[in-house]
């Protein structure tokens, strides 16, 4: 149960703690006469009225209700059953380590009493209204908790209190700052709180996450009521496009990053990045036993380097089709000495280096080397401690596409698609939707539709032409997923050679080329390769283009 003043929770009267009312069975504590409680829940009733629906379509949904009450009894207590209530929290930080506050903020939120189900993408935005001070991070959370409003901003300001913000300058520098965007279904007005946030509606900074938030679609009477709250006739997605939408992002006020380190943010949207395949196997499909000693795979990096490679993925277990699998422990014994050689070399300065592992202790080993990226073809689906273990890391995470394991991957039933496209965002939703629950946010996320993996030659084919389908279908269930940078790996793949009759694997570059055009013309962000050199030259001019298009549409 959770107890409240009717007048701490609804009236011009402060919010303070509630834990010295009684606690019973009933529903309504009378600490007045029987006829003042009867008054006041006739106002209630008067009030709590359904808001207009305006979203076409969402008429099947219930619609937010008016929480702005009149003053009444002071001495008015109300006890109601506990239900849980969504929630949308906005975070900000422009002071100190922007990235551990929203870290330190986030595990905080969950000790107080919230059960975070989704985070919108990451933000770096130039300051407003006070614009001498330095440039924030933004974000928003989907929350689940069963505080009451004015319980719930409570807890927020004490998290900001302890965390080190201080009464200075309005609209200035701060460390932490939390907002609830959006309370269940309910429009509240107090002295002390107003949902939805009363200035939403002019920033940027905050419709960008939330909108992350949503899907393309409105699939709850929850998202329901947030859309009638909006100031817009429309819906919220008028409302952001009434701001300029998403051709906001990527400009100097408002950029879309991915966290590499504390203190590396990655704009993903200048250009399309390169990843140079580096296998420590004996037995991969297309350099198998080439780059096992230390001095033959430094060297190789090096190539990759000069010839353009942005990262280079190191694998020290094959993944091909009906690969053996070997344990943490001997893929560890091929990987570190790499790794450490690797990470010491000068033109590895601005470079990132991820690791290609289905394992947890793979993963944590490495990272704690120095690794940047985990690169799973599983998406934690091989190792149930992958996922709690990258959130622990805070490091990016490559979900990538795959049903069974290499060595089952491309039995029959593997291979069976309807829509193989939508079919592949609706598979890789699952997989990051539970990774979110466990900690990892979508700001951490790279998707990769696992080309070649469980997937026949018209399968590939169709991934290479669909990827916005991949999108799109994935914005249907979560905007902010559809945003996170997409990975793709055709590099000298099988399908290659069944389609130009080319069956040794380097011969089959050319081809690559081809793919990679195809892919980051569609929405490619990352390209996974062996040739850098003449895969690097591709993207350059597909780069262009597509800068072309954009300027002249």
Known sequence: MTLFRANQIFHNTPATSS???QRGSG?????????RVVCFLMNVFKQVLPAKRRIAGAFKYGAAFSLCFRRSSSDTVMEVHSQEQEVIIALGSNVGDRLNNFNEALDLMKKSGLRITRHGCLYETAPAYVTDQPQFLNSAVRAVTTLAPHELLHQLKKIEKDMGRTNGIRYGPRPIDLDILFYGKFRINSDTLVVPHERIWERPFVMAPLMDLIGSTVDSD?????????????SLYESWNKLGGESLIGKEGLKRVLPIRNDLLWDWSERTFVMGVLNLTPDSFSDGGKFQSVEAAVSQVRLMISEGADMIDLGAQSTRPR??????????????????????????EGKLISIDTFYSEVASEAVSKGAHIVNDVSAGTLDNNMIPVVADLKVPYVAMHMRGDPSTMQNRENLQYDDVCKQIASELFTRVKDAELSGIPAWR???????????????????LVGLPAIREELARKNLALSHTPLLIGPSRKRFLGDI????????RDAATVAAVTAGVLGGANIVRVHNVRDNSDA?????????????TA
Do not use: Q, Y
């Open 19 to 21: 834990g010295d009312g």
């Open 27 to 35: 529903v309504i504590v009378l600490l007045h006469r029987f006829s």
């Open 222 to 234: 929850v998202v329901a009521s947030w859309h009638s709250l909006s100031m817009h006739s429309g």
């Open 323 to 348: 690969a053996d699998r070997i344990s943490p422990r001997e893929e560890l014994e091929r990987l570190i000495p790499i790794l450490e050689a690797v990470l010491e070399m000068p033109e590895m």
């Open 445 to 463: 996320i790279i998707v990769d539709p696992g080309i070649g993996f469980s997937k026949n030659t018209e399968h590939n084919v169709d991934i």
């Open 500 to 507: 130009c009759a080319r069956p040794i694997a380097p011969e």
């Open 539 to 551: 993207v350059k001019l597909c780069d262009v283009m597509l800068k072309r298009r954009s300027s």
